[in-house]
């Protein structure tokens, strides 16, 4: 039986890849050749989608906004999410269990809702069209998120971890940066993936709280479907690059999130 | 754990607080004060009381909507959970084969939704697509844009190969935190696979799993771009889940009174299956 | 019960190791006699967690080998040599209760319900367990999981070493002296091979019997509670058993005898030093310094007080020196004179002990 277990993840990841190399497949073809044939490999090998959106400032801008709001996000949802975590992980207070739940019912609601009264609201403090606007937006359902996963690990962690810390001397800042965190290694990779990943994938209040300086690429692939129809060439082209960035983060953390540091020998 | 008392733990909390509820109060304002009035359109409200609230849950359409999306959600929790778990524990824990499995396990997260949709869309077509000619070219009869059951097939298929790397992401990071410790007792004490996976593992990983399925079930019901693109809620309305019923609702016909209230049943019934299974998952805890 | 034998064994973590440092332990020849109490004494990274794991099988060695009564157990794993090891976190299986925790071990190896209910009753009478062993195993407080984890080795009648990984990291402070005299109780009562992995001194010198002490990857010294306070073999034993350690001073040898700083001091050993070019040194513990009319001069630089005598600091040219006094002796207010006891000071050669 443990001979066939790599058997499993080899076949999933079979399975994720054919729409992805198909995606890829469209993304050298021409609008054209997509809806008209059937081909695996694009007869008409094109450059052209890609030209398009890496010489055209108002597509790769687009990248770059979505990445620094996104960025801007993660740093944010993740920091302010660790105390809060740890408090809800460690200490009894007034409201906690109410309090830890009614963050998570701000993931309950469609995105829809907020629409209008975020356009209001970012619109009246003056945020309009800033790459700020849609990072503190996104913290509403990031940052309940990040708390959830956080409690998670750290509440697996001992608290007698503490303790032996405080009793070999380090304070409560050594101890957080040096000893908990490595030990929840695990959890801060796979929370900050997921905070970067929800908000560089979230459409509709990115494209309701900007405009022109802060339009982040999900609002400029929409365009593709405008008066020249469908360009799916050029979706697909702006789908593929999509994934680079959030790539190169699961990159990043992988050795957050694969090491697993037992316990802590302190 | 044995919480230790402490007052000021509020004082760890109060950047989340501060944000989450800022972003919060509002739009919920908003929404209530839309729900209970109505308008004519030209921009002045009358109170209407509950009258949409009878309105949505009396009506046919909603309660047609409301039995897609529950099985839709079944379905798929009933698909990934398990999936994502199972992959997760045939993954390797150590050597080069880990970074190539967690970076190619999560690129399908990272599309943004409406290309999941578009692609899915081209995907599947009968003449065109690759998923579309294989089925066709094994004996189906398949055609998503036409047959109910083949665009219900396509929309499960495509959630499940874009969200179960959740459940295995969170699963995998979940089962690298065991201490090592666990397994060499484990080891001592001479016990089989399946009573590590029954003793050690699953019993560390209920929290983890209790985030994820909260999450897909949350994420499931809400969901809005990619069964929009792929099926547009069709054919006809057969793939038309809860929130595409209600974009069309208060986008086609510019009521938001009954949109509004619609949004709030819709969100007192996730919160209330939300709370019960959270409820039921770390009701073991409270007694330790 | 089994006598444990080791054997040119040597580790290393690394795939190609080339340096000494490479080696997490260096050369090691031990017998541990059967049904003794011992204790792994060193600092942190001294290698005393790899040796353990290396007996219990967790971990295989690089060279040599491990034997259990004579038989080479090097190849086989942990469950094979039947071992018990407790670990410095309490691992318990959180979603059984206490009862099936103890059982646990016996049923894998498929032992009737009734040895199985006997032996768990036995076992948890000794720990005093039998209160809680309806209780799941999670709610009980961190010693009482550790006695779970004790208890898990006990009830396997076929073990023939316990190992204890620095089991008492995590209890209270004042339940650790309560554990710790339970572990010795019991080992009275089984009799069997115990080896407590420690770094605190107090722990392993009332619970072994033994007590072999490590320092990075090397043992250093293997004795008696008594024999390593009396005799320590190595400076490093001298600094680290004792509280206040040992003084160390550097020293010459002329004509036989120690000199520090120009006055003779009388040594147990310094005559049988043969050789040169070593890096001598005077080792005598603060319990065997008086003051005396003549001898070695120093200046006083500190007195504390620790119960019932004090601690004086003194500062001599190459080096300090601690002494106790008894209370109500006088302690000299500046200059003094200093007599080590020639019996209990030895001349050390590069930290080993001239003999």
Same mark, same amino acid.
């Given at each position: 039986m443990t001979r066939f277990r790599f058997l499993v993840p080899t076949l999933y990841i079979l399975f994720l890849m054919l729409p992805i190399y198909w995606l890829v497949n469209m993304s050298f073809k021409t609008t054209n050749e997509i809806l008209g044939t059937f081909t695996l490999w694009p007869v008409e090998? @094109?450059?052209?989608?890609?030209?398009?959106?890496?010489?055209?400032?108002?597509?790769?801008?687009?990248?770059?906004?979505?990445?620094?709001?996104? %960025?801007?996000?993660?740093?944010?949802?993740?920091?302010?999410?660790?105390?809060?975590?740890?408090?809800?992980?460690?200490?009894?207070?007034?409201?906690?269990?109410?309090?830890?739940?009614?963050?998570?019912?701000?993931?309950?609601?469609?995105?829809?809702?907020?629409?209008?009264?975020?356009?209001?609201?970012? %619109?009246?403090?003056?945020?309009?069209d800033t790459h700020l606007a849609v990072a503190l937006a996104h913290t509403l359902f990031n940052i309940p998120l990040a708390v959830w996963i956080l409690e998670g690990f750290m509440s697996g962690v001992p608290k007698e971890l503490d303790e032996t810390a405080y009793v070999d001397g380090y304070s409560f800042g050594r101890f957080f940066v040096k000893i908990f965190i490595p030990t929840i290694a695990a959890g801060i990779g796979v929370a900050a993936f997921f905070?970067?990943?929800?908000?560089?994938? /979230?459409l509709l209040l990115a494209k309701t709280l900007t405009a022109v300086d802060a339009k982040p690429i999900?609002?400029?692939?929409?365009?593709?479907?405008?008066?020249?129809?469908?360009?799916?060439?050029?979706l697909a082209a702006a789908g593929s690059l999509t994934i680079i960035p959030g790539a190169f983060v699961i990159y990043f953390v992988r050795n957050y999130i694969a090491k697993g540091f037992a316990l802590g020998r302190v | 754990m044995n919480k230790t008392e402490n007052q000021k733990a509020w004082l760890f909390v109060l950047p989340v607080v501060l944000l989450v509820a800022f972003n919060a109060i509002i739009p919920l304002m908003t929404v209530v004060n839309y729900s209970v009035q109505e308008t004519f359109g030209d921009n002045t409200f009358f109170w209407s009381g509950? !009258?949409?609230? /009878?309105?949505?849950?009396?009506? /046919?359409?909603?309660?047609?909507?409301?039995?897609?999306?529950?099985?839709?959600?079944?379905?798929? +929790?009933?698909?990934?959970?398990?999936?994502?778990?199972?992959?997760?524990?045939?993954?390797?824990?150590?050597?080069?084969?880990?970074?190539?499995?967690?970076? +190619?396990?999560?690129?399908?997260?990272?599309?943004?939704?409406?290309?999941?949709?578009? !692609?899915?869309?081209?995907?599947?077509?009968?003449?065109?697509?690759?998923?579309?000619?294989?089925?066709?070219? !094994?004996?189906?009869?398949?055609?998503? @844009?036409?047959?109910?059951? %083949?665009?219900?097939?396509? *929309?499960?298929?495509?959630?499940?190969?874009?969200?179960?790397? *959740?459940?295995?992401?969170?699963?995998?990071a979940g089962l690298v935190s065991i201490p090592?410790?666990?397994?060499?007792?484990?080891?001592?004490?001479?016990?089989?696979?399946?009573?590590?996976?029954?003793? &050690?593992? +699953?019993?560390?990983?209920?929290?983890?799993?209790?985030?994820?399925?909260?999450?897909?079930?949350?994420?499931?019901?809400?969901?809005?771009?990619?069964?929009?693109?792929?099926?547009?809620?069709?054919?006809?309305?057969?793939?038309?889940?809860?929130?595409?019923?209600?974009?069309k609702i208060a986008l086609g016909q510019f009521d938001l009174g009954p949109a509004a209230a619609m949004s709030l049943v819709y969100f007192l019934i996730i919160l209330l299956l939300s709370w019960i299974f959270y409820t039921l998952m770390m009701r073991n805890e409270a007694q330790q | 019960m089994a006598k444990v034998t080791l054997k040119a064994l040597r580790?290393?973590?690394?795939?190609?190791?080339?340096?000494?440092?490479?080696?997490?332990?260096?050369?090691?020849?031990?017998?541990?006699?059967?049904?003794?109490?011992?204790?792994?004494?060193?600092?942190?990274?001294?290698?005393?967690? @790899? +040796?353990?794991?290396?007996?219990?099988?967790?971990?295989?060695?690089?060279?040599?080998?491990?034997?259990?009564?004579?038989?080479?157990?090097?190849?086989?794993?942990?469950?094979?040599?039947?071992?018990?090891?407790?670990?410095?976190?309490?691992?318990?299986?959180d979603t059984m209760t206490v009862y099936d925790n103890l059982a646990f071990p016996l049923r894998n190896r498929g032992a009737s319900e009734a040895d199985v209910d006997a032996r768990v009753r036995e076992i948890a009478d000794m720990l005093d367990l039998t209160a809680t062993l309806d209780r799941r195993a999670a709610g009980l407080t961190a010693d009482g999981k550790q006695k779970i984890?004790?208890?898990?080795?006990?009830?396997?009648?076929?073990?023939?070493?316990?190992?204890?990984?620095?089991?008492? @990291?995590? &209890?209270?402070?004042?339940?650790?002296?309560?554990?710790?005299?339970?572990?010795?109780?019991?080992?009275?009562?089984?009799?069997? #091979?115990?080896?407590?992995?420690?770094?605190?001194?107090?722990?392993?010198?009332?619970?072994?019997?033994?007590?072999?002490?490590?320092?990075e990857g090397q043992v250093v010294q293997i004795g008696t509670p008594e024999e390593l306070f009396e005799r320590p073999q190595h400076t490093f034993v001298g600094?680290?058993?004792?509280?206040?350690? !040992?003084?160390?001073?550097?020293?010459?040898?002329?004509?036989?005898?120690?000199?520090?700083?120009?006055?003779?001091?009388? #040594?147990?050993?310094?005559?049988?030093?043969?050789?040169?070019?070593?890096?001598?040194?005077?080792?005598?513990r603060p319990e065997f310094v008086d003051f005396a009319d003549d001898g070695v001069p120093v200046k006083i630089t500190k007195v504390s007080d620790a119960g019932r005598f004090r601690i004086v600091d003194t500062a001599h040219e190459l080096g300090r020196i601690k002494l106790l006094i008894g209370e109500g002796r006088e302690i000299p207010s500046d200059m003094a004179f200093l007599r080590f006891d020639p019996e209990r000071t030895q001349v050390y050669a590069d930290g080993w002990i001239v003999e």
């Open positions: 090998f @094109t450059f052209e989608n890609y030209e398009k959106i890496l010489t055209d400032p108002t597509w790769y801008m687009g990248y770059v906004n979505s990445l620094i709001y996104v %960025s801007i996000n993660t740093v944010l949802s993740v920091g302010a999410a660790l105390p809060a975590a740890y408090a809800f992980s460690r200490y009894r207070f007034v409201g906690d269990k109410h309090l830890f739940f009614w963050l998570l019912t701000n993931r309950m609601a469609p995105a829809a809702v907020f629409a209008l009264p975020f356009f209001q609201l970012y %619109s009246a403090v003056g945020l309009f905070c970067f990943m929800f908000s560089w994938v /979230e999900a609002a400029t692939m929409t365009r593709t479907a405008s008066t020249s129809g469908y360009e799916l060439g050029l | 509950v !009258m949409w609230f /009878e309105q949505v849950l009396r009506s /046919e359409r909603f309660h047609d909507a409301l039995g897609r999306q529950l099985f839709f959600t079944f379905m798929i +929790l009933v698909i990934e959970v398990p999936l994502g778990v199972a992959i997760a524990l045939a993954m390797p824990r150590k050597g080069p084969w880990v970074s190539v499995c967690l970076v +190619l396990m999560a690129l399908p997260l990272l599309i943004p939704w409406n290309v999941v949709g578009a !692609m899915w869309n081209i995907f599947a077509l009968p003449d065109i697509g690759l998923l579309g000619r294989m089925l066709n070219g !094994m004996g189906f009869d398949y055609n998503f @844009t036409r047959q109910p059951f %083949s665009a219900w097939f396509t *929309l499960i298929l495509m959630d499940v190969w874009h969200w179960t790397s *959740l459940v295995v992401l969170l699963t995998y090592d410790a666990y397994y060499q007792a484990a080891k001592i004490d001479g016990a089989r696979s399946w009573a590590i996976l029954r003793y &050690i593992q +699953l019993p560390k990983l209920k929290r983890v799993l209790t985030i994820a399925i909260l999450l897909r079930f949350m994420d499931s019901f809400n969901i809005y771009t990619e069964p929009f693109v792929l099926t547009g809620g069709g054919p006809g309305n057969a793939t038309t889940l809860l929130s595409i019923d209600l974009v | 580790h290393s973590y690394m795939d190609d190791p080339r340096t000494d440092a490479d080696w997490a332990l260096k050369t090691l020849d031990v017998d541990w006699q059967d049904g003794g109490a011992y204790a792994l004494l060193g600092p942190s990274g001294c290698g005393k967690t @790899t +040796l353990l794991n290396i007996i219990s099988g967790l971990l295989k060695p690089t060279e040599g080998q491990v034997l259990f009564d004579g038989k080479d157990v090097t190849g086989l794993p942990p469950d094979q040599r039947h071992i018990a090891q407790v670990f410095q976190f309490p691992v318990v299986y984890s004790l208890g898990r080795g006990l009830v396997r009648s076929d073990v023939n070493v316990i190992m204890f990984d620095e089991p008492l @990291t995590v &209890i209270d402070p004042h339940l650790k002296w309560q554990l710790r005299s339970k572990l010795k109780e019991l080992h009275q009562r089984v009799r069997i #091979t115990m080896i407590y992995v420690t770094h605190d001194q107090t722990e392993a010198l009332t619970f072994a019997d033994q007590v072999v002490v490590m320092n600094h680290f058993i004792g509280s206040p350690g !040992m003084n160390v001073l550097p020293c010459k040898i002329r004509d036989g005898s120690a000199v520090l700083g120009g006055i003779a001091v009388p #040594t147990s050993n310094a005559a049988r030093y043969q050789g040169t070019g070593h890096r001598l040194e005077i080792g005598v």
